[in-house]
């Protein structure tokens, strides 16, 4: 028979069959079986036992329960859900075992604890249905009261997680080894795998017009969104499930649109190094050279606007002449960088107000900024029919509300409420009454302990309290000879002896009375405005926006004046026209002395649509290469760009293939990952992307590499429905003569300047083409032995006789979409990739292929060597 609050343990556990539970025990929370087994191994507490009567001994593990937002997160990051229980009636009134019950239940994509989330960062909890070629996404940040839903190609899907880094992942059941796949390229997010039934259409259709409280969801779009609608309301059971309060915590919903933002994929994302580096720094990240925001909320949502910029003309440009306003008057915008500075991140109050973890302190906060916004709206009305004025009228203080808070909260409250110094005197006569009492107790006690000095003759004897024993007289060892008979002993310590009276017991009476019921109105008065904060949700979200917004235009604005940015001229044209570009990131980094070295660049997809890029590692080619990415970039966001002037055609997608990785544990080599990138490239770009190509084909033998980038660049020159603007950085000299024969393919070189043996790099991109990589010189200058360096010297002439190719580029067959440049071993080569169909193929029947041909290859060479011989 188990103990009965082992029984009521069980009780509980069962209705949270797999979660964590964290169980409430008076001063600590308490975990038992499996989930004591599984928090001393993620959390490294102490695996002890308990005893369960005459079941025997269980597995306990525990921790302080102040200490509670610390374990939450560490569960949480760890993928783990936890169930929070708690005591609901005080132990002392408890008839029996205490009543508890599950008060939360927190995930990596619900969690409130601020030692998880990211002041500058969006913490997403997002949902996903597929349908044949679409999918349904849903994705929400109860913590700043955001929620989305909307349909999308399945082809975007990737690049639209890996803009949000979403911390939870819902999914279908049966969908859950797909989600696994995609999650690898978005490692910090947890998988939250559920039954079809929680996405069917009927309950997510009742679920949401339930949440919404509307009739039907037409007015949202969604009637016709059958994915978008089965994955919200899918979301929303999920935080149901585990947040009392989720109507309030998301009361509204907005559809995206696919075909507005600039997709960038994760592989982009992280080549770029847009908000990561690989090496861990943050100031090497673009997010970090641009941020100049003085606001929580703004800095989330710079992060968002980085991540996904727009493609539609209008609103870029709306963007720009915003920036554009406040970068012709620096006045204002220092003006409103300190108003801003002194804002709170109302978004994270709410959602606090809205799951009763708010303090008084936050609606000081609400009423602070509030203040500020006639201060805003003045400096803003400098400005009056520029885009501002949207703005501006947004930011209105709601004066009542204000108000309201100035009248019931102190300035400078306590962090908590109930301790009766959070209300403001002569709000309340009930609760001044009451303070009145509580004065008069300590001025009582005060008077009654020198009172008692003085009878007792005991010049040390003092008047203090615990919650155990209450008020007390406390009197020393050396003096208990004096002791009045009228004291009775309390409690006994090494050096001294604890003693009441019965006035003492009155006054303690009048004064834990007095403090229960202060206590009780005033968490009373702290409830009332709490909800009536509440109710003007909506209107102090709408304000919360409009500063995040203000707070990135003043930003910008900044960022341009500091680092001499000028507004880029964007169309709906074909060209990609930079002169005198700066790298964003990288002129931070380089010292003073060096200096940024400044570069053109003109691509068009009509004329000029490939540059070929030959130099030396070292030179600047994968710089210039990612200068120009983040250029546009910077631009469709709606930013001033680093560069002397620019004009850019709107991009609808950017591609990067930079570097060489394996994944070893996937079974992917460097080779096929830099092929399978390359494939997703032919497969999806358009004549709007920009494609940026590093050194495609290193990863194997020579002319194989060489192979395939000539093929790979004939490809996007003479298929028009992925003939993008491209750069296409080099080793592979020969590709030169592709500018020959090609008529929008043109070469470009990174200059290098010569003194006998050595090389200096000048960071310069000219016309025209290079026969050299000076690669014996990089191998110098990064400090091989001069005994190596002199044999490579004396290795290279024979090698590089040796290996010039003897043949004639063969021209393109007009039936054949691969092309060799050398002369075909055999045509069963030719047919075996003909009758390939590629959009069936997954990497490990890809690289099965690949060994297939190969054996078909060497098949014929060795034939051929049989025959001569």
């Given at each position: 028979?188990?103990?009965?609050?082992?029984?009521?343990?069980?009780?509980?556990?069962?209705?949270?069959?797999?979660?964590?539970?964290?169980?409430?025990?008076?001063d600590?929370?308490?975990?038992?079986?499996?989930?004591?087994?599984?928090?001393?191994?993620?959390?490294?507490?102490?695996?002890?036992?308990?005893?369960?009567?005459?079941?025997?001994?269980?597995?306990?593990?525990?921790?302080?329960?102040?200490?509670?937002?610390?374990?939450?997160?560490?569960?949480?990051?760890?993928?783990?859900?936890?169930?929070?229980?708690?005591?609901?009636?005080?132990?002392?009134?408890?008839?029996?075992?205490?009543?508890?019950?599950?008060?939360?239940?927190?995930?990596?994509?619900?969690t409130?604890?601020?030692?998880?989330?990211?002041?500058?960062?969006?913490?997403?909890?997002?949902?996903?249905?597929?349908?044949?070629?679409?999918?349904?996404?849903?994705?929400?940040?109860?913590?700043?009261?955001e929620?989305?839903?909307?349909?999308?190609?399945?082809?975007?899907?990737?690049?639209?997680?890996?803009?949000?880094?979403?911390?939870?992942?819902?999914?279908?059941?049966?969908?859950?080894?797909?989600?696994?796949?995609?999650?690898?390229?978005?490692?910090?997010?947890?998988?939250?795998?559920?039954?079809?039934?929680?996405?069917?259409?009927d309950?997510?259709?009742?679920?949401?017009?339930?949440?919404?409280?509307?009739?039907?969801?037409?007015?949202?779009?969604?009637?016709?969104?059958?994915?978008?609608?089965?994955?919200?309301?899918?979301l929303?059971?999920?935080?149901?499930?585990?947040?009392?309060?989720?109507?309030?915590?998301?009361?509204?919903?907005?559809?995206?649109?696919?075909?507005?933002?600039?997709?960038?994929?994760?592989?982009?994302?992280?080549?770029?190094?847009?908000?990561?580096?690989?090496?861990?720094?943050?100031?090497?990240t673009?997010?970090?050279?641009?941020?100049?925001?003085?606001?929580?909320?703004?800095?989330?949502?710079?992060?968002?606007?980085?991540?996904?910029?727009?493609?539609?003309?209008?609103?870029?440009?709306?963007?720009?002449?915003?920036?554009?306003?406040?970068?012709?008057?620096?006045?204002?915008?220092?003006?409103?960088?300190?108003?801003?500075?002194?804002?709170?991140?109302?978004?994270?109050?709410?959602?606090?107000?809205?799951?009763?973890?708010?303090?008084?302190?936050?609606?000081?906060?609400?009423?602070?900024?509030?203040?500020?916004?006639?201060?805003?709206?003045?400096t803003?009305?400098?400005?009056?029919?520029?885009?501002?004025?949207?703005?501006?009228?947004?930011?209105?203080?709601?004066?009542?509300?204000?108000?309201?808070?100035?009248?019931?909260?102190?300035?400078?409250?306590?962090?908590?409420?109930?301790?009766?110094?959070?209300?403001?005197a002569?709000?309340s006569?009930?609760?001044?009454?009451?303070r009145?009492?509580?004065?008069?107790?300590?001025t009582?006690?005060?008077?009654?302990?020198?009172?008692?000095?003085?009878?007792?003759?005991?010049?040390?004897?003092?008047?203090?309290?615990?919650?155990?024993?209450?008020?007390?007289?406390?009197?020393?060892?050396?003096?208990?000879?004096?002791?009045?008979?009228?004291?009775?002993r309390?409690?006994?310590?090494t050096?001294?002896?604890?003693?009441?009276?019965?006035?003492?017991?009155?006054?303690?009476?009048?004064?834990?009375?007095?403090?229960?019921?202060?206590?009780?109105?005033?968490?009373?008065?702290?409830?009332?405005?709490?909800?009536?904060?509440?109710?003007?949700?909506?209107?102090?979200?709408?304000?919360?926006?409009?500063?995040?917004?203000?707070?990135?235009?003043?930003?910008?604005?900044?960022?341009?004046?500091?680092?001499?940015?000028?507004?880029?001229?964007?169309?709906?044209?074909?060209?990609?026209?930079?002169?005198?570009?700066?790298?964003?990131?990288?002129?931070?980094?380089?010292?003073?002395?060096?200096?940024?070295?400044?570069?053109?660049?003109?691509?068009?997809?009509?004329?000029?649509?490939?540059?070929?890029?030959?130099?030396?590692?070292?030179?600047?080619?994968s710089?210039?290469?990612?200068?120009?990415?983040?250029?546009?970039?910077?631009?469709?966001?709606?930013?001033f760009?680093?560069?002397?002037?620019?004009?850019?055609?709107?991009?609808?997608?950017?591609?990067?293939?930079?570097?060489?990785?394996?994944?070893?544990?996937?079974g992917?080599?460097?080779?096929?990952?830099?092929?399978?990138?390359?494939?997703?490239?032919?497969?999806?770009?358009?004549?709007?992307?920009?494609?940026?190509?590093?050194?495609?084909?290193?990863?194997?033998?020579?002319?194989?590499?060489?192979?395939?980038?000539?093929?790979?660049?004939?490809?996007?020159?003479?298929?028009?429905?992925?003939?993008?603007?491209?750069?296409f950085?080099?080793?592979?000299?020969?590709?030169?003569?592709?500018?020959?024969?090609?008529?929008?393919?043109?070469?470009?070189?990174?200059?290098?300047?010569?003194?006998?043996d050595?090389i200096?790099?000048?960071?310069?991109?000219?016309?025209?083409?290079?026969?050299?990589?000076?690669?014996?010189?990089?191998?110098?200058?990064?400090?091989?032995?001069?005994?190596?360096?002199?044999?490579?010297?004396?290795?290279?002439?024979?090698?590089?006789?040796?290996?010039?190719?003897?043949?004639?580029?063969?021209?393109?067959?007009?039936?054949?979409?691969?092309?060799?440049?050398?002369?075909?071993?055999?045509?069963?080569?030719?047919?075996?990739?003909?009758?390939?169909?590629?959009?069936?193929?997954?990497?490990?029947?890809?690289?099965?292929?690949?060994?297939?041909?190969?054996?078909?290859?060497?098949?014929?060479?060795?034939?051929?060597?049989?025959?001569?011989?």
């Amino acid at each position: 028979m188990s103990t009965p609050m082992l029984k009521q343990y069980s009780e509980i556990k069962s209705q949270y069959p797999d979660v964590v539970l964290f169980y409430r025990m008076g001063d600590f929370y308490e975990l038992f079986y499996d989930d004591a087994k599984t928090a001393s191994d993620v959390l490294g507490l102490t695996l002890t036992k308990r005893n369960n009567g005459a079941n025997g001994d269980v597995p306990l593990a525990g921790f302080p329960h102040h200490q509670l937002e610390n374990y939450l997160s560490k569960m949480t990051r760890a993928g783990y859900r936890v169930a929070v229980c708690d005591q609901l009636e005080d132990p002392k009134q408890a008839k029996g075992i205490v009543k508890r019950g599950v008060t939360e239940v927190v995930s990596a994509g619900t969690t409130f604890s601020g030692s998880q989330l990211d002041d500058q960062k969006n913490n997403y909890l997002a949902a996903v249905t597929w349908q044949e070629e679409t999918c349904g996404l849903a994705y929400a940040d109860i913590t700043a009261q955001e929620f989305f839903t909307g349909i999308l190609p399945q082809s975007e899907l990737v690049a639209r997680l890996a803009a949000l880094e979403p911390a939870e992942l819902i999914v279908e059941l049966e969908n859950e080894e797909l989600a696994k796949e995609l999650l690898e390229l978005i490692p910090s997010c947890s998988l939250t795998p559920l039954p079809k039934w929680q996405f069917a259409a009927d309950g997510a259709d009742r679920t949401l017009r339930t949440h919404l409280n509307v009739a039907n969801l037409k007015g949202y779009g969604l009637s016709d969104m059958l994915p978008a609608m089965q994955s919200a309301g899918a979301l929303l059971n999920y935080l149901r499930s585990q947040q009392k309060d989720a109507q309030a915590l998301l009361p509204d919903l907005r559809v995206f649109t696919t075909g507005r933002e600039l997709i960038l994929d994760s592989s982009t994302r992280r080549n770029l190094e847009l908000v990561e580096s690989p090496s861990g720094r943050r100031d090497a990240t673009l997010l970090f050279a641009m941020d100049r925001t003085r606001t929580a909320a703004g800095g989330r949502l710079l992060r968002r606007w980085l991540l996904a910029p727009l493609t539609d003309l209008t609103d870029i440009n709306l963007r720009l002449s915003t920036v554009e306003t406040l970068v012709s008057d620096p006045q204002t915008v220092g003006i409103l960088t300190e108003q801003l500075r002194e804002t709170s991140d109302l978004q994270r109050v709410l959602s606090r107000l809205t799951t009763r973890r708010a303090s008084p302190r936050d609606a000081v906060a609400i009423r602070s900024t509030l203040e500020k916004l006639p201060l805003i709206q003045k400096t803003l009305a400098k400005h009056t029919g520029s885009p501002l004025d949207r703005l501006s009228v947004e930011l209105t203080e709601l004066k009542e509300i204000s108000g309201l808070i100035a009248s019931i909260i102190v300035d400078d409250p306590p962090a908590i409420i109930g301790e009766g110094r959070a209300i403001r005197a002569g709000y309340s006569e009930e609760l001044d009454d009451l303070r009145t009492i509580g004065t008069r107790a300590r001025t009582w006690m005060q008077e009654h302990q020198n009172h008692e000095r003085g009878r007792t003759g005991i010049p040390s004897l003092k008047i203090g309290y615990n919650r155990v024993f209450g008020y007390y007289i406390e009197i020393t060892n050396a003096h208990k000879d004096r002791v009045p008979a009228d004291y009775i002993r309390k409690q006994t310590l090494t050096g001294s002896e604890r003693y009441v009276t019965p006035d003492l017991k009155v006054w303690e009476e009048k004064i834990l009375h007095a403090e229960e019921k202060l206590e009780r109105l005033e968490e009373e008065i702290w409830e009332s405005l709490r909800t009536e904060l509440l109710s003007r949700g909506p209107e102090l979200t709408k304000i919360a926006r409009a500063i995040a917004e203000l707070d990135i235009f003043v930003s910008l604005a900044t960022l341009a004046r500091e680092q001499r940015y000028v507004r880029p001229i964007v169309n709906d044209g074909t060209k990609l026209a930079v002169k005198q570009g700066r790298h964003p990131v990288v002129e931070r980094l380089v010292s003073q002395a060096t200096g940024f070295i400044a570069n053109d660049l003109e691509l068009d997809t009509a004329t000029n649509q490939i540059m070929i890029l030959t130099g030396p590692n070292m030179s600047g080619k994968s710089t210039y290469l990612r200068q120009a990415a983040l250029i546009v970039l910077m631009a469709q966001m709606g930013s001033f760009v680093p560069a002397d002037f620019a004009e850019i055609g709107i991009v609808d997608r950017i591609f990067t293939r930079i570097g060489a990785g394996d994944n070893l544990a996937g079974g992917e080599s460097t080779f096929l990952v830099e092929m399978s990138e390359v494939a997703n490239i032919l497969r999806s770009a358009t004549p709007r992307s920009l494609m940026i190509l590093d050194e495609v084909g290193r990863g194997t033998s020579t002319y194989d590499g060489l192979s395939l980038a000539w093929a790979i660049t004939e490809y996007l020159h003479d298929h028009s429905e992925v003939a993008g603007k491209t750069l296409f950085a080099t080793h592979y000299h020969e590709l030169n003569k592709m500018a020959t024969l090609f008529p929008r393919i043109f070469n470009a070189r990174v200059d290098v300047e010569e003194w006998g043996d050595r090389i200096v790099f000048l960071h310069r991109i000219s016309s025209g083409e290079t026969d050299r990589s000076y690669g014996i010189e990089v191998a110098r200058l990064a400090g091989l032995p001069q005994s190596v360096v002199a044999r490579a010297r004396e290795l290279l002439p024979g090698w590089e006789e040796s290996v010039k190719p003897q043949a004639e580029i063969p021209p393109q067959k007009p039936t054949k979409l691969q092309l060799t440049l050398f002369e075909s071993d055999t045509q069963r080569v030719v047919d075996a990739l003909q009758n390939l169909n590629l959009d069936d193929l997954t990497p490990r029947t890809a690289l099965d292929k690949l060994y297939e041909i190969k054996g078909l290859v060497n098949g014929s060479r060795s034939a051929k060597s049989a025959k001569k011989s």
